[in-house]
């Protein structure tokens, strides 16, 4: 596995040009762009300021009464027709024929033509028009292509929106972009928590009958605005015209070979760039798109829908391609579609060797490009069988009024075979949205074009191959794409350090053959030791998924070299203890060995190191339980089972024996530590909601060897949805298991319980009486229910908002895997927790999951959420005598949590303690709780006065 944060990591970055003396540069078009000093300026452009440093010339062109509007012009690399002029064409040439499919719906061209022809007319009787932006928030249906289209007709300019993106990173997008308008339906806008100042524009009250728009865009249009990961921690909006996008259509539909009767599967998300290419070049050409849904296909859902549309072509991200190879070659056979095109990041050689194998289709397309170079500039058209002696597939050549220059520090062209950076002149954005000093950087002077034109710096290293086209070479910066989403690595690490158990962090790309992937390190703020697992929780729900890390490592400090800066090559390798083991041997072995990777997001290279010790948590054991059912089917391999943490060979010879799980009932446990004969008591740990008992790890760990430790799993994570049993008989069912450990025991019996496995820890002692030899029950910030879900706690609700909310939640439940579960769970409500249940659903700020019932699934773990509130509604905790130590979050004690107050409960409170610098999540992880826990179990001697 070989590290790459970015090119060299010797080299300095700012070895280039922008070292020295620069100018500030225009053209005729308003452009503006920095330049050498000492360098001849290009044709069609002139000196507007400088010569001066880069800091001084990003300054000036910050300055407002610098700015120069873009005056309109006609560009070589534009095309005249617009993508709606082109369609609107052929929808008056042939209106029946069919242009959009989805599900058992056709959308024709005509039907396309006038539904956005509608759309537009009540865009422009907003008073909507040219230059404007508009948001469009709209599930994956026929309604989001009459939408962006319609918004083009308007002449306005649409800002995409993913609805399962975090709410915070749209509501960013849409503050940076000046967004006063959005297109999108009441279940999406309660949802994503639209701001109040956008207006909401629902789209079938939009496409009502007004006077139509005739004149179509012109070449300089803004045409759409598209957010890219930014490096100074905030995502960047990319303006791409009208003119360079028609030619791009235009250009691709030749390349891709697609006609009339071409039919496009349309997978990608709208909020990535390489979306719209591939629903307008189809379009453009004549052809139609096969639209999925909002639900993720599987691949083979995937292949079942190429077959029965009869699609021809299909693009897909790099690594979803393998997947669909996968099945394919699983079921033996492949859907006869002629082109296979992929892109977004890089194909390793010998996955596009399998693709050609398994796939066969006519021809493999790899599409490269920057958001800023208006999607796929370049491509590499090969038919299947071709090899390249690269480690990855060629990004290939031009495509339309294009060019590709490989360029060294200096600007000068490199040797063929050298390698340099890659610039692409022709066909470009208009620049960054509200970045002039951004777009001056990286938009620059074409000294190659004789009639004067712009140029991008992408920062991607190649070198030009024999036959012309360009290999991949790597990055030269910190800028890298994930599952075809590029990543801006400063951004990642910007929401990693606004973490508030984060005081330092830094992100590095790594590189393994299952692919690239992201690495985070992390110093924890003061006093805190948070978990890797729910450090990724939490950035996800800031962040797209691709641009969380794989992997988390907590650091005591990030290294240095000796001049005090980072010292990258000092970071430890993710997997770099995996090398020390056995590899897997057997087949099966190396079946869980790819599971365990795809898990862990790293390559696992050993088979006898434990899951937890490899850096798995519980989290991520929840996410391999499903992936297990794969290879062994017939059971054998239970939450249980997992949580004990056993090492691929253990489950590998499992698996080959046709073991079965054995059925524990509903109290299984994990030990933790088998103790050493000292006279400590026994532990027994209760966990709290949804998660296992390893988070106590820390704690046993510094009790030391002696320290005989249990941990109850908890009775949600089983494979099967089921409602939480019975909190009195689950109590029973525990109270049963611990008397089994301690038979024969002489010396006494200690309880924690963390959260709501306090309070299974206190009805088992309750249980188990007053003659039990129980020192003392520890109760972790173990908490009651929250307000939202208390009883008496819920206020009226007029009938306008509960139907809004119903509304909301129906058009979720008919997508959801889960509906007869939720339904049924529904039933199960009084009035009151029927209405704190929509009221709870349309407050939160993340979209309605809709990924199923796996163990670990984000609908499972809300459904299961719910279950427990209405579980904890009945619960009525009945007084004792059981002894309580209770400790409580600093935190939770700050904000006023409703952690329980035992004084009324029991006549034997022995103490209650604030543990300082800890929140409820992590309070298990404190080192002050260890330290206090040590004392309170040590031997009789020492702790019987504590």
Not at 466 to 471: F, K, Y
Request: hydrophobic share 45%; with cysteine.
């Amino acid at each position: 596995m070989d590290m790459q944060a970015g090119g060299d990591l010797t080299e300095d970055p700012s070895a280039d040009w922008t070292r020295d003396a620069v100018v500030v540069a225009r053209d005729t078009a308003g452009h503006a762009a920095f330049w050498p000093a000492g360098r001849e300026l290009p044709a069609g452009w002139t000196q507007a300021h400088g010569p001066c440093g880069i800091e001084a010339a990003r300054a000036w062109i910050e300055e407002p009464a610098n700015a120069l509007d873009p005056a309109p012009a006609s560009a070589p690399d534009a095309d005249p027709e617009s993508v709606p002029a082109r369609l609107a064409s052929l929808a008056a040439a042939d209106p029946e024929k069919p242009a959009v499919l989805f599900g058992g719906e056709t959308l024709t061209r005509g039907d396309l033509d006038a539904r956005a022809a509608a759309v537009a007319a009540g865009l422009a009787a907003r008073g909507i028009g040219r230059g404007e932006r508009v948001a469009v928030a709209l599930e994956r249906s026929p309604e989001i292509i009459v939408a962006l289209l319609g918004v083009f007709r308007a002449r306005a300019a649409f800002l995409p929106l993913d609805p399962e993106y975090p709410a915070a990173r749209i509501h960013m997008m849409l503050e940076d972009a000046g967004i006063t308008q959005c297109i999108t339906t009441p279940e999406i806008a309660a949802r994503l928590d639209l701001p109040a100042g956008i207006a909401r524009l629902d789209p079938a009250a939009l496409a009502a009958p007004g006077e139509p728009v005739l004149q179509m865009p012109e070449p300089d249009d803004p045409a759409y605005l598209i957010y890219t990961s930014g490096s100074t921690g905030r995502p960047k909006g990319v303006l791409v015209e009208h003119g360079p996008l028609a030619m791009h259509c235009r250009t691709t539909a030749d390349a891709y070979e697609m006609d009339a009767a071409s039919r496009e599967l349309h997978f990608l998300s709208f909020a990535f760039d390489g979306a719209h290419e591939r629903w307008m070049t189809p379009l453009v050409a004549g052809g139609c798109i096969v639209l999925r849904g909002p639900e993720l296909w599987t691949a083979a859902e995937t292949l079942a829908q190429i077959r029965r549309h009869r699609v021809t072509h299909a693009g897909f991200p790099t690594s979803y391609i393998g997947q669909l190879a996968d099945w394919a070659e699983r079921l033996g056979e492949a859907p006869e579609v002629q082109v296979y095109s992929f892109g977004g990041e890089a194909m390793a050689r010998e996955t596009f060797a399998r693709l050609g194998r398994i796939l066969k289709p006519r021809l493999l397309i790899n599409g490269y490009g920057p958001t800023e170079c208006v999607i796929s500039p370049l491509i590499w058209k090969v038919p299947p069988g071709t090899t390249f002696e690269e480690p990855y597939a060629p990004v290939g050549s031009s495509v339309g009024a294009r060019a590709a220059y490989v360029l060294g520090p200096d600007l000068e062209p490199m040797a063929p075979g050298e390698t340099g950076e890659l610039y692409i002149g022709g066909g470009l954005a208009r620049g960054y949205w509200r970045r002039p000093a951004l777009t001056a950087e990286r938009f620059l002077p074409d000294p190659f074009a004789p009639q004067g034109g712009r140029m991008y710096r992408t920062g991607d290293r190649v070198r030009q191959r024999p036959d012309g086209s360009l290999a991949f070479a790597g990055r030269a910066d910190d800028q890298v794409k994930i599952r075809g989403h590029r990543v801006e690595i400063g951004e990642v690490e910007a929401a990693l350090r606004a973490l508030p158990e984060v005081a330092d962090a830094v992100v590095l790309r790594w590189e393994a053959p299952a692919g690239v992937y992201l690495a985070g390190y992390v110093v924890p703020a003061s006093g805190r030791r948070p978990e890797a697992g729910r450090l990724r929780a939490a950035l996800a729900r800031r962040l797209p998924e691709p641009m969380v890390p794989a992997s988390l490592t907590l650091l005591d400090r990030l290294p240095v070299n000796a001049n005090g800066k980072l010292d990258r090559n000092a970071l430890p390798d993710p997997a770099g203890d995996d090398r020390r083991g056995r590899p897997p041997g057997s087949a099966t072995e190396r079946r869980l060995a790819g599971i365990w990777s795809e898990v862990l997001g790293f390559p696992v290279q050993v088979a006898d190191r434990r899951f937890f010790a490899l850096g798995g948590d519980s989290l991520s054991a929840l996410r391999l339980v499903a992936r297990l059912r794969l290879i062994a089917p017939r059971g054998g391999i239970g939450v249980a089972d997992l949580l004990r943490d056993p090492t691929i060979a253990d489950l590998a010879a499992r698996i080959d024996a046709e073991a079965e799980a054995a059925d524990e009932g509903l109290a299984p446990t994990v030990r933790l530590s088998a103790g050493g004969g000292s006279e400590r008591p026994l532990l027994v740990l209760f966990p709290g909601l949804l998660v296992s008992t390893r988070e106590y790890e820390p704690l046993v760990a510094h009790l030391g060897p002696g320290q005989e430790a249990h941990g109850i799993l908890c009775a949600s994570l089983v494979e099967a949805v089921r409602p939480l049993p019975e909190i009195a008989e689950l109590a029973a069912a525990y109270a049963e298991r611990v008397r089994g450990l301690m038979r024969g025991r002489p010396r006494g019996c200690a309880f924690l319980g963390w959260s709501w496995g306090g309070v299974l820890a206190y009805e088992t002692a309750r249980l188990l009486g007053p003659g039990f030899p129980l020192e003392f029950v520890g109760m972790l910030d173990a908490c009651g229910l929250e307000p939202n879900f208390a009883s008496g706690a819920g206020r009226p609700i007029e009938a306008e908002e509960r139907a809004a909310h119903e509304s909301m939640v129906t058009g979720w439940l008919e997508r959801s895997p889960m509906r007869a579960q939720w339904e049924g769970l529904r039933e199960r409500m009084d009035p009151e927790a029927a209405v704190q249940f929509l009221r709870f659903l349309a407050a939160d700020p993340q979209p309605l999951p809709t990924d199923g019932p796996e163990v670990g699934s984000r609908e499972r773990i809300l459904w299961t959420l719910v279950d427990h509130a209405i579980q904890f509604r009945a619960l009525r905790l009945v007084p004792g005598s059981v002894p309580i130590r209770s400790f409580v979050a600093a935190q939770s004690r700050a904000r006023g949590l409703p952690v329980i107050d035992w004084q009324p409960l029991t006549t034997r409170l022995l103490s209650v303690e604030t543990v300082p610098e800890t929140d409820h999540l992590d309070i298990v992880l404190s080192p002050h709780l260890h330290a206090r826990i040590a004392a309170l179990t040590a031997p009789r001697q020492a702790w019987s006065a504590a």
